[in-house]
T-cell receptor, first 116, second 114 residues
Framework: DGGITQSPKYLFRKEGQNVTLSCEQN?????MYWYRQDPGQGLRLIYY???????QKGDIAEGYSVSREKKESFPLTVTSAQKNPTAFYLC???????????????FGAGTRLSVL | QQQVKQSPQSLIVQKGGISIINCAYE??????FPWYQQFPGKGPALLIA?????SEKKEGRFTISFNKSAKQFSLHIMDSQPGDSATYFC?????????????FGKGMKLTVNP
């Protein structure tokens, strides 16, 4: 099955701890995205990457870091600098070419992060 | 600055009724307008999408109406079913700073009562 796999499904962070959320895709998409979802806030873009070894900040990048060493993988680290990390985190991917295909983002099932 | 405004925030309809969700956008560079459906604990999934060169697109019970001059678009769900109960997000994309990014509305929680 082609798709996006996020792990773990649930994650707990202690004070001062960094945690890493995994996102893997086998859709052969060049672009990958990380969103944060809070109740009533919609989806807010944290980071995105359009090609391996390159990524850009989204609207709420402070307190987060990413890497893109492989086309299939785009892990997100929630650092201790993120003071309010409790949220539902969603990873997505898309093509970067084609008049329609490049706009369609496919989402994983999400990781719910809570603070202990 | 919220580039895509969605209303209402929540909606309760009876089975068989019509559900209507409205969105308005500001950036005239947007050229693709998708709607995503999200069930609790799951990621959003593309439901239907439209480009501004058409005023309406229908797929089964779901219809998008698009008004380019008013910069508004809406989703109509005909014959709403309990299985349609979910959160619906409108979104818009277009070249922004050289990249294509989706901008999402805040979402609307739909409850369809049996």
């Amino acid at each position: 099955d082609g798709g996006i796999t996020q792990s773990p499904k649930y994650l707990f962070r202690k004070e001062g701890q960094n945690v890493t959320l995994s996102c893997e895709q086998n859709l052969n998409h060049d672009a990958m995205y990380w969103y944060r979802q809070d109740p009533g806030q919609g989806l807010r873009l944290i980071y995105y990457s359009q090609i391996v070894n390159d990524f850009q900040k989204g609207d709420i990048a402070e307190g987060y870091s990413v890497s893109r060493e492989k086309k299939e993988s785009f892990p997100l680290t929630v650092t201790s600098a993120q003071k309010n990390p409790t949220a539902f985190y969603l990873c997505a991917s898309s093509r970067t070419s084609g008049p329609i295909a490049k706009n369609i983002q496919y989402f994983g099932a999400g990781t719910r992060l809570s603070v202990l | 600055q919220q580039q895509v405004k969605q209303s209402p925030q929540s909606l309760i309809v009876q089975k068989g009724g019509i559900s209507i969700i409205n969105c308005a956008y500001e950036n005239t560079a947007f050229d693709y307008f998708p709607w995503y459906q999200q069930f609790p604990g799951k990621g959003p999934a593309l439901l239907i999408a439209i480009r501004p060169d058409v005023s309406e697109k229908k797929e089964g019970r779901f219809t998008i109406s698009f008004n380019k001059s008013a910069k508004q678009f809406s989703l109509h769900i005909m014959d709403s079913q309990p299985g349609d109960s979910a959160t619906y997000f409108c979104a818009a994309s277009g070249a922004q700073g050289g990249s294509e990014k989706l901008v999402f509305g805040k979402g609307m929680k739909l409850t369809v009562n049996p």
